[in-house]
């Protein structure tokens, strides 16, 4: 259970006290103020704050006195020519505070991103819950043979049964020890003084869940969905930056279009890949060995654009268009 039907009656009791506020308010992230959306088997993400929306970036933008809107479109315009030409600092002006509860695992890669403030549970002062994450069945995968920082297909029959039971005994295992370590009585009934939790803690595995409160400005946040919504991101904290992004598209619509478009499905090319896509838009058969590119290089080019082989481009329509061919000189 991601929230205890204690935390669940808080959440609801905070949800019936609307506040009037003179401050921008995004509808849509109102929507989402305190709710906990589940994430894998125990976690959660849940907004407990947010500052400005869409308005908020132009109006950083123009350094208005205003709301800083001329219209929607007008907006959204300047919102796109901000994104397109990374112009960042209007999009700090908006900043989220996340409430999330994730496995250790998961927080070692998210601390990563320096550019937020992080107040983490404290396992020195309290006492750890007995909540683990076990993937999934289908979550539950082999090494991968081609990407060493990934993985393959899913494990089954015995294999799989296995390595669930070990998952879930070790982590059974090393909460009950964590336990008698901190409690004042030993195996045999008899009184003890207790470890220390900031000692006892450091038996417990990596799937244990710990929570924090996450805060961060919109220009970082899209740095880390960009990373980590992406599909090279592991899928355990894929699957948080997934919940995150329907909460962004709701708090600032037009700014996530724009993210979605320009960075999420837009491609970066290497000054190689512009040549060969000139030498391509000019009729030229580019293979991997004339294009200059690693193997790797030439697969993400080709990944990176949709097509598997560059080659069977070279006569599409695309490349018949008189404005294609005139730009390659
Ligand atoms: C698919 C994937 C695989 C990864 N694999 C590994 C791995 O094997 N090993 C590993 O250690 N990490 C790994 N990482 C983590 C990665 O290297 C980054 O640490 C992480 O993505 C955070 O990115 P960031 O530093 O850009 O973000 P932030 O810390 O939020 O920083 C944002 C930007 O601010 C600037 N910045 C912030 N702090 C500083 C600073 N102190 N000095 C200079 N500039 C700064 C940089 O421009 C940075 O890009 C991986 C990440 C991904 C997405």
């Not at 580019?286 to 560059?310: D, H, I, Y």
Request: charged share 25%; net charge neutral; with cysteine.
């Amino acid at each position: 259970m991601p929230l205890s039907p204690d935390q669940q009656a808080e959440i609801d009791s905070l949800r019936a006290q609307p506040r009037q506020t003179l401050r921008a308010v995004s509808e849509g992230m109102e929507a989402h103020l305190y709710k906990a959306v589940p994430v894998l088997d125990h976690g959660f993400v849940r907004v407990i704050d947010y500052m400005g929306d869409d308005a908020a970036i132009c109006q950083a933008a123009r350094v208005s006195y205003g709301r800083g809107t001329k219209s929607v479109q007008n907006d959204e315009g300047l919102i796109r020519y901000l994104m397109r030409h990374w112009h960042s600092t209007p999009f700090e002006m908006c900043e989220v505070k996340l409430h999330v509860k994730l496995p250790v695992f998961v927080a070692r890669q998210w601390i990563r991103h320096r550019t937020a403030n992080v107040n983490e549970y404290s396992a020195r002062y309290s006492i750890l819950d007995r909540e683990f994450y076990i993937p999934q069945p289908d979550a539950l995968a082999a090494q991968s043979v081609i990407n060493n920082q990934g993985r393959g297909e899913a494990l089954s029959g015995e294999e799989a049964a296995r390595v669930l039971e070990w998952l879930k005994a070790d982590a059974g295992r090393a909460y009950d020890h964590y336990e008698a370590m901190i409690g004042d009585t030993a195996p045999d009934g008899s009184a003890q003084a207790g470890l220390a939790r900031e000692l006892a803690r450091m038996n417990l595995p990596a799937n244990i869940y710990t929570q924090w409160y996450w805060k961060v400005d919109l220009h970082n946040l899209f740095h880390f969905l960009r990373l980590r919504a992406d599909a090279h991101a592991q899928y355990e904290i894929r699957v948080y930056a997934d919940a995150i992004c329907e909460m962004v598209k709701d708090w600032v619509p037009a700014a996530y279009a724009a993210f979605e478009d320009y960075r999420m499905g837009g491609v970066t090319l290497s000054a190689t890949g512009v040549a060969c896509l000139r030498r391509m838009l000019a009729g030229e058969a580019v293979t991997q060995e004339t294009s200059g590119m690693s193997k790797g290089e030439w697969r993400e080019f080709g990944g990176g654009l949709g097509v598997s082989r560059l080659g069977d481009l070279v006569g599409s329509p695309l490349f018949r268009m008189p404005f294609a061919r005139g730009r390659s000189r």
